[in-house]
């Protein structure tokens, strides 16, 4: 008797590059204060905290320290698209989008998918101590509809729900139809990523 895997949801996970979290962190506060546009979509939407994706579309062309995190992420994508045997053609993966999070105690992202892109993720800029997990979750879920619930035990890659924990620094890739959420944070101090989405070709 065989037992094959099938249609398996990749994960990647890596350093950044040389970025300076500190610099990075201090950027993205500097312009979360000085956002008015932001401020403002994020209390209409209630929004916990801020995020620019409503309001600042051109943050590598702004901000220097930006573009050097896009220089890097670039790479990351194609070594994933790489990962994913991708068959792009003359059409490469591009950025489509990348903005600030600034989430504080008490504040939740909720389950979604980025539609109409190719590869999402997030890198890292300050985790305190406590603060929530990224959870992303088996994108077959929602056809199990009769299936019973995975043993405490099951392997990772047998999961219902899969919770990672980033280090301040580290870039997670996965396909833009995960669905994923961060859970409530914990912890005291403001919990800060960037996140971004590449779409094909255009």
Not at 23 to 31: Q, R
Not at 60 to 72: K, Q
Not at 96 to 108: H, R, S
Not at 165 to 189: I, T
Request: net charge negative; proline share 7%.
């Amino acid at each position: 008797m065989t037992t094959r895997i099938l249609f398996p949801t990749h994960l990647y996970q890596a350093r950044l590059g040389d970025i300076d979290p500190g610099e990075l962190e201090a950027n993205c506060l500097s312009i979360a204060e000085d956002d008015e546009a932001g401020q403002i979509w994020c209390d209409e939407n209630e929004f916990p905290g801020y995020t620019s994706y409503a309001s600042l579309t051109d943050l590598p062309w702004r901000f220097p320290i930006f573009a050097d995190v896009v220089a890097a992420l670039d790479k990351h994508v194609a070594k994933f698209a790489q990962d994913l045997c991708f068959d792009l053609g003359e059409k490469p993966l591009r950025l489509e989008d990348i903005w600030i999070n600034i989430l504080p105690e008490g504040g939740i992202h909720t389950a979604h998918i980025h539609p109409h892109s190719v590869i999402s993720g997030t890198t890292y800029v300050a985790m305190p101590e406590g603060t929530s997990a990224l959870r992303l979750e088996d994108p077959r879920h929602q056809m199990m509809m009769a299936a019973p619930p995975r043993r405490a035990d099951a392997p990772e890659n047998m999961r219902s729900h899969v919770y990672v924990k980033p280090q301040v620094g580290d870039v997670l890739l996965w396909e833009s139809w995960l669905r994923h959420e961060v859970p409530m944070n914990m912890a005291e101090d403001h919990r800060i990523s960037v996140s971004f989405n590449y779409a094909w070709g255009g």
